[in-house]
């Protein structure tokens, strides 16, 4: 079972675990803080609002992708990766999805290889 996580899989796997502590490192000093958050994400000047608006588009057309390629490949509840990153967040939820993707492509194509007769050690 083991043999499914390529190491393009647990680079993805490691950029989830990066994405959830360093979101979660600023959320919880916000809580902290009583901060405004999303008043912080749109009134703390131009820049803040440019790289909101370019995460929200970002994360909007990965959301989109996450949905459709999960029905793709016949991954079950895709749609909970998108949900999670209002829980988390999407630099959490995205490279997680991405090493679950690979993961079943890798599965795909040991299945394939089996079928055709070939071993993988």
């Known amino acids: 079972m083991t043999r499914h996580w390529s190491p393009l899989a647990v680079v993805y796997l490691l950029l989830a675990i990066a994405g959830l502590i ?27 609002s440019s790289i909101t608006v370019d995460l929200l588009v970002a994360a909007t057309a990965g959301s989109v992708f996450i949905i459709v390629e999960a029905r793709r490949l016949g991954m079950r509840f895709g749609w909970l990766y998108v949900v999670g990153a209002g829980l988390t967040a999407f630099a959490f939820t995205f490279p997680l999805f ?13 299945v394939l290889t089996d079928a055709a007769g070939g071993s993988e050690p």
Request: no cysteine; charged share 20%; aromatic share 10%.
């Open 98 to 110: 991405l090493a679950m993707r690979q993961r079943a492509l890798n599965a795909r194509a040991a």
């Open 22 to 48: 360093g979101t979660w490192w600023f959320n919880v000093r916000a809580i902290l803080e009583s901060r405004n958050y999303l008043g912080d994400l749109v009134t703390s000047g131009p820049a803040v």
